[in-house]
């Protein structure tokens, strides 16, 4: 089945950098959207970019701008995200999810090229804490 | 960006209720959102897309409707396993945005 396992919690330093990881499994990996979204405690749900893990090509929300970097090694169908310059307010549980739809997957009402798409699945989730 | 807004933020309900959950954007976003419930501890589920589409192996009593600026979630009958936080999300534009959520508690 399609699955998506992320690596485990982290401790930070403000400051510093994480660097999360998304393995994926159960389908091809190049064929589909990875996305970022992360939970701060008791909040809601914001979404940080995506990667095509076919081209490289991303694309970040523009309050990330600067301070995420997300890559992939195909190889063994991991995705990663990186935020650098940690602060406080960065404390938040990070998932990775997988497009809704296949790259390049036409139907009568739309193509999907762009990133633009529901998320399903996810990963289980890790929590990233910056605390000095 | 699109702002998200859902309503009510926190609902109160038995089980065999019906229950709506409303979700009104900024602007149009067409027929692009999705329904997420996640429960404590957990990721988000996908329940419904493109505004109406059911995902696959999700109960049918959860139905999805609305265009444009408002849309619905709806749960035809509570059922215990339902009690969770729900989330709706466009993606007509970026970034995508999230509403708030609605916590649907048991009375």
């Known amino acids: 089945q399609v699955q998506l396992v992320q690596s485990g919690a982290e401790v930070k330093k403000p400051g510093a950098s994480v660097k999360v990881s998304c393995k994926a499994s159960?389908?091809?990996?190049?064929?589909?959207?990875i996305h970022w979204v992360r939970q701060a405690p008791g909040q809601g749900l914001v979404w940080l970019g995506w990667?095509?893990?076919?081209?490289?090509?991303?694309k970040y929300a523009q309050q990330f701008q600067g301070r995420v970097t997300m890559t992939r090694d195909t190889s063994i169908s991991t995705a990663y995200m990186e935020l650098s310059s940690l602060r406080s307010d960065d404390t938040a549980v990070y998932y990775c999810?997988?497009?809704?739809?296949?790259?390049?997957?036409?139907?009568?009402?739309?193509?999907?090229?762009?990133?633009?798409?529901?998320?399903?699945?996810w990963g289980q989730g890790t929590l990233v804490t910056v605390s000095s | 960006d699109i702002q998200m807004t859902q309503s009510p933020s926190t609902l109160s309900a038995s089980v065999g209720d019906r229950v709506t959950i409303t979700c009104r954007a900024s602007q149009s976003i067409r027929s692009w959102l999705a329904w997420y419930q996640q429960k404590p501890g957990k990721a988000p589920k996908l329940l419904i897309y493109d505004a109406s589409s059911l995902e696959s192996g999700v109960p049918s009593r959860f139905s999805g409707s609305g265009s444009g600026t408002e849309f619905t979630l709806t749960i035809s009958s509570l059922q215990p396993d339902d009690f969770a936080t729900y989330y709706c999300?466009?993606?007509?534009?970026?970034?995508?945005?999230f509403g708030q959520g609605t916590k649907v508690e048991i009375k």
């Open positions: 999810a997988r497009d809704g739809a296949l790259l390049g997957y036409c139907t009568t009402t739309r193509c999907h090229t762009n990133g633009l798409n529901w998320f399903d699945p």
């Open positions: 159960g389908y091809n990996f190049s064929g589909y959207f």
């Open positions: 990667i095509n893990p076919n081209s490289g090509g991303t």
């Open positions: 999300q466009q993606y007509n534009s970026y970034s995508q945005t």
